[in-house]
């Protein structure tokens, strides 16, 4: 009997969206490789070769340091179901829907959770954290670096300082952040970090890389009660990824090799140059929107996230008719506002693979049509223009320090 279905011939989009990115060829190549078992000895030594390449991009020597098999929601709770058990109080920093998401999952353990809040478009405030924290025993201070739901950036080094104050253990969210923005796990002595494979690490969805700091170790050893969550207790996960490598689940094995390769890239690029990479293309898309006279979501450029780029939805445009033909018309895939910020906002992704200049200026072109068709009043060809000379002028101080 035949399938009455045909073979799944997926469209080619251009993903410029907060995530999942571009993919480079070498990654699929990698998940298309023969499968092994989640428990084979050449497997089980490769395992080792994904974490000497994450603790790299990390910039760590943590120990456990390992990609969880989940999305990075997976990795927030992960990250905040660990630490937390009852008589704990922790402080989560709210400003968006993924930091929103951390509180949420932080207020189902039996710890107090106080929330510090901004404003959707503002990080939060150092100072807020400090009264709120004042005369308090603070067990974590949770962090989402990069709030890709509205592109703000939130000062690491500002919140490490509130942490030790506070002696706080700092759990910061890197899922959009990680190999695209400066990120030191070390440096900004951070107790728990995760990101998300399909960020500007340019691997599918499905891991959450996580690096947990020996203090943090200490801290999960010591607990009183079992973790909530069997499957990301990461004291039972850290001896599938530990020296004894004891089955804890059944790896996604295709997912695994084409994180392994997707690091590969990542240093071979190296760190620095990639990080500069990506605000040179953030940098020329900010001047090739503002040429067309659309405003950024994020006021203060200080706050705003690289990788993410927030665009407000202008007056008498609609929303989803742009990103529709944005789709139809020109396979380019971005996305829209969450929650109170739905049909108000454009979050244009600049990750990884995906973040290379012809991009840039292809996204320019096609959204000045598409906004041309809408009505909306602008100079043809004033963004492209604009992110040219942001190119030449970055190439020309490039040139200068030489």
């Given at each position: 009997m035949n399938s009455p279905m045909g073979e799944l011939l997926p469209p080619t989009r251009l993903m410029l969206t907060p995530g999942p990115s571009c993919i480079d060829p070498r990654v699929y190549r990698a998940m298309s490789t023969p499968i092994v078992g989640h428990l084979d000895p050449w497997f089980l030594e490769m395992m080792g070769d994904v974490q000497v390449l994450l603790r790299q991009v990390f910039q760590t020597q943590n120990r456990l340091t390992f990609p969880i098999s989940a999305s990075g929601s997976g990795g927030i709770e992960a990250a905040v179901l660990n630490p937390l058990e009852a008589g704990d109080e922790a402080i989560i920093c709210v400003n968006g829907v993924f930091s929103e998401r951390m509180a949420l999952i932080a207020e189902r353990t039996p710890a107090k959770i106080i929330r510090v809040e901004a404003p959707y478009g503002k990080p939060c405030d150092p100072d807020d954290v400090r009264r709120a924290g004042k005369g308090k025993k603070i067990k974590i201070l949770g962090v989402t670096h990069g709030e890709s739901s509205t592109s703000v950036v939130t000062n690491l080094d500002n919140m490490r300082k509130v942490a030790d104050e506070l002696g706080a253990l700092l759990v910061v969210d890197t899922v959009s952040t990680l190999a695209g923005m400066p990120v030191d796990v070390d440096k900004t002595k951070i107790d728990i970090c995760f990101s998300g494979s399909q960020k500007a690490l340019s691997a599918p969805p499905g891991m959450s890389p996580i690096t947990v700091s020996a203090r943090m170790e200490e801290v999960l050893r010591a607990r009183k009660s079992p973790v909530q969550s069997w499957y990301f207790d990461l004291t039972t996960t850290m001896n599938y990824w530990g020296k004894e490598r004891t089955y804890h689940h059944t790896a996604p094995i295709s997912l695994v090799f084409a994180l392994r390769e997707a690091l590969r890239i990542v240093l071979e690029e190296g760190l620095p140059a990639r990080w500069e990479?990506?605000?040179?293309?953030?940098?020329?898309?900010?001047?090739?929107?503002?040429?067309?006279?659309?405003?950024?979501?994020?006021?203060?450029?200080?706050?705003?996230?690289?990788?993410v780029t927030g665009i407000k939805v202008p007056q008498g445009i609609e929303d989803a008719?742009?990103?529709?033909?944005?789709?139809?018309?020109?396979?380019?895939?971005?996305?829209?506002?969450?929650?109170?910020?739905?049909?108000?906002?454009?979050?244009?992704?600049?990750?990884?693979?995906?973040?290379?200049?012809?991009?840039?200026?292809?996204?320019?072109?096609?959204?000045?049509?598409?906004?041309?068709?809408?009505?909306f009043r602008l100079s043809s060809g004033a963004g492209v223009g604009a992110a040219i000379r942001s190119y030449s002028d970055a190439h020309a101080a490039m040139a200068g320090h030489k």
């Open positions: 990479r990506h605000k040179e293309n953030r940098d020329a898309l900010v001047a090739g929107l503002e040429a067309m006279g659309l405003e950024l979501f994020v006021e203060n450029p200080k706050d705003r996230q690289v990788t008719k742009v990103r529709g033909q944005l789709l139809n018309e020109f396979n380019i895939e971005i996305a829209g506002g969450f929650g109170p910020i739905k049909g108000k906002l454009w979050r244009v992704g600049l990750m990884g693979y995906g973040c290379q200049k012809n991009n840039v200026l292809i996204f320019l072109a096609a959204l000045e049509k598409c906004l041309l068709d809408q009505g």
